[in-house]
C-alpha cells in the first residue's frame, strides 16, 4: 500500500476542467441575481468630504459603510481593513460602496456618473518614506505593521574577528499571482441567514470575517466554496473582503449579489507579494568558513496590515537558508504605505530571503575564487543541527543526496566550468539555489490558532465522506486526501466523496495555505480512516472526527520566537541554466533542473505538477514579472504589460524527488505546494552571476538593467576579462 501511494491516480477534477464541464463562480445559476460595481479610492490618501451619486433608477442600491451591521473591519490578524471606506481612504483601489443591480451596462453608466470630493493627503508611497518619518504616520506611530529582532551566537564579536566582511542590499519586487479566474463572490440572504458562495482558499476566514463583520451569530452565517480556477495565495486574504461585500449587498437588497471582478481591476485591487528590500553582511574567516550573517528585512505592507506580520516571520525564519552559520542577527520589518495591500503568495515571505541570501552566497564565493557550490558545502546543515530560534533539526536532512541527484540531472560541475562568453557570441552561465520550506503554519499557528478538525463519515452503503474544509484550486487534494483515505481504508478511490466544502457541512481543518494540506489535514484523515476501519463493523452509519495534536517533540515560544519554527521541513535544489544575448541583454532560461524531499510523494504526478508550475511561476519572477508603483498606482494592471511565463519561456524541467517518509506524516508526506516555487529565481540570479560576472541584486533581472550594470564593467574591463574586476562591482566594505 505505501509503494502503490506513489503511483499516478487519474486526477479527479480533471476530466470536468478540461471538458470546460466544471461550473465555477459566474457559470452559477440564482434566480433574481442582481451585479454589483465597486466605486474605488482614486487617490493614495485623503479625507472623503462628499460623493455624489447620479438618480438611481428603481431597483438599483448603493451599499457601504453605514450598511455594514456589525464591525465594519475585515477579520485578519490586526483587523484594520474596513469593508468600506469610511471618511478617509488609504490607497487607489480602496473600496468606498457598491452599486448594485440588475443590469451590468446600466451599473457601469451610474459608477462612471458618481462623484467624489477628496481633500487629499501626503500620502507615503515608498519604503523610504515611511522610514524616514516626517508625515502623518499610516499605522502606528512608525508606520510598522511588525518590528521583529532575533539573533543567535554573538554576531557583533563574530564581525570582529572576521577575515573578510562583504555586504550586499537585495530587492524584489511585487508579484501578481495571476490566477485562471479572476476573484468572485455570490452572497444569499435567505430565512434569516446569509450564505456566500466563493472562488475562495479558506472557508472558515471568510465565515469568521462574515460574522464579525455582519455582528450575527455563527449559525447564521454559512461560506461555501465553488471550484476555484487558481489562487496561489492569492485567495487567503482577499475573499473576506469580497464576501463581506456581496453579504452586505444581499441583506440590503433581498436578493442574490454576485461580484466577479474584472481582470485588470483584479490585478490593481487585490493583494499582491511583498516587495523586499534585503540588506545582507557576511562574515568569513581565514579559511572561507561563514562565521556571521547579519540581514536587515524591510517589506512593503501596503496599506493595510493583513497577512503582513506572519509573512515576515516567515521570511525572517528562512534566513540564515539550508546553512549552519554560528551566529547570525536579523531584523525585520514591514511597513505600512499608501499603496495596495499586499498579502499572501506561494512561499510567503521565503522566496524573498532565499533569493537575497543564495544570490549573496553564491556572489560571495565567486568572489572567493571558489564554486559556489564547493562553497555552500562547506556550510550544510545536518540532521542535529540547531535553528535560526534555537529549533532542532530532527529529521534527516538529505542535502547532500538532493545536490548530487540535481549535479547528475543538469552537468552543473562541467557546465559551471565552462560559464562565461562562449563560442556562439552569447554569454552562457549555470546556478544553483538550495532552500527549504518550512511545512505548515509557521510557529504555534497550527496548535494554538487553527487547532484543525476532520472528519470521516461511512455511509450505509459503504462509501466514505471525506469532511475537512480545505479546497481544490487546481494544486490536487480532491485526488490526494481521497488517496489517503482510500489507502488507509483500503478501499478504492471511486468509493470516498469529496464535496466541495460548506461550513454547514464541514468542521474547520483550516486554512489551505502553508503547504499543510497534505501533510496536516491529510495526517488528520489517514489517523481517522485507520480508526474507522477498525470500528467499520460497529454501526451501519458512522462518523469519525480528529483533531491535530503536535508531535510530541516539537516546541514553540511564540513571545521569544524560540523553539521550532516547523514541524518540519522540505528541501531543494534547483538548477537553472541560461543564456544571455550579448546585444538585447535578453535572458533565455535554457535548462532547469531540481531535487526536492516532499517527504513521500501521495502522488508523483501531482508533485511533478507542483514543480513544474512552481519553477516556471518563479522564472516568470525572475526575470520576466515587472509591476512598477508610480504615484500609488500600478503601471502594469492587464495581462497584455504585465508579462508571465507561458510555454515558450520555459525549458522542459527535469528532477528528481528523493522519498525520505516523514514519520508524522500521512504515509511519510510532507508539504511540496510552495517549496519549488522558493528556490528558482536564486538558481537563475546565480546563473546569470555565472555567465556575466557581475552581481545580481534585483528581480525581476531585466534586460536594461544588466545593458547598465554590463556597459559600467566593460568599460572597466571586468566583463572581457572574466573574474578580474568582479571585486569591485557591488562591494560596499
Ligand atoms: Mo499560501 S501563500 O500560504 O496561501
Known sequence: MNDRIEHRAERVDAADKSSGRTRYLADLEFPDLLFALTLRSEKARAKILDIRLPGLPPGYWTVGATDVPGTNRVHMIGDDQPFFAEDRVNYIGEPILLLVGPEPEVLARLLAGIEVRYEELDPILTLAEAERGGKEPLYGSDNRFADYHLSKGDPEEAFRRAARVDSGEYSSGYQEHAYLEPQGMVGVYEEERISVFGSLQCPYYVKTALVQGLGWPEERVRVVHVPTGGAFGGKEDYPSLLAGHVAFAAL?????????????????????????????????????????????????????????????????????????????EVRARVLATNTVPTGAFRGFGSPQSFFALETHLDWLARRLGEEPLDFKQRHLLVRGDTTLTGGTLRQEVNLPELIEAACRLSGYREKASGAGLQSDGAYHGIGMSIFFHGCAFTGSGEKDKIKARVGLRKLADGRVEILVANTEMGQGPQTTLRKIV????????????????????????????????????????????????????????????????????????????????????????????????????????????????????????????????????????????????????????????????????????AHELVNTPYEHGPFGAKGAGELPFVGAAPAVAAAVQSALRLPVTRIPIRPETLHALTSGALASGALASGTGGSEEVGDED
Open 252 to 328: 440590503k437588497t433581498r436578493h442574490p449579489v454576485r461580484i466577479v471582478l474584472d481582470r485588470r481591476e483584479d490585478i490593481r485591487v487585490t493583494t499582491k507579494r511583498h516587495p523586499a528590500r534585503i540588506r545582507l553582511k557576511t562574515a568569513v574567516d581565514a579559511n572561507n568558513r561563514l562565521l556571521a550573517l547579519e540581514a536587515e528585512i524591510t517589506l512593503d505592507g501596503g496599506a493595510y496590515a493583513g497577512l503582513s506580520e506572519v509573512v515576515l516571520q516567515r521570511g525572517m525564519f528562512a534566513l540564515p537558508g539550508v546553512y549552519a552559520i554560528p551566529n547570525v
Open 486 to 653: 482510500a489507502a488507509a481504508l483500503d478501499t478504492d478511490i471511486r468509493r470516498i466523496i469529496y464535496n466541495d466544502p460548506d461550513t454547514a457541512r464541514v468542521p474547520d481543518s483550516g486554512p489551505t495555505v502553508a503547504s499543510r494540506t497534505v501533510m496536516i489535514v491529510g495526517g488528520l484523515l489517514e489517523q481517522a480512516a485507520r480508526e474507522l476501519k477498525a470500528r467499520w463493523q460497529e454501526q451501519p452509519e458512522l462518523e469519525v472526527f480528529k483533531q491535530y495534536r503536535q508531535p510530541p517533540d516539537v516546541s514553540w515560544d511564540q513571545a521569544s520566537f524560540s523553539g521550532d519554527a516547523y514541524p518540519t521541513y522540505a528541501w531543494g535544489v534547483e538548477v537553472a541554466e541560461v543564456k544571455v544575448d550579448p546585444v538585447t541583454f535578453d535572458i533565455s532560461v535554457t535548462g532547469a533542473w531540481g531535487a526536492f524531499d516532499v517527504g513521500r510523494a501521495i502522488d508523483t504526478q501531482i508533485v511533478r505538477g507542483q514543480v513544474e508550475g512552481g519553477m516556471a511561476q518563479g522564472l516568470g519572477y525572475a526575470t520576466l514579472e515587472v509591476m512598477e508603483q508610480e504615484q500609488g498606482a500600478l503601471r502594469q494592471d492587464t495581462l497584455t504589460d504585465y508579462i508571465i511565463a507561458t510555454s515558450k519561456d520555459v525549458p522542459n524541467f
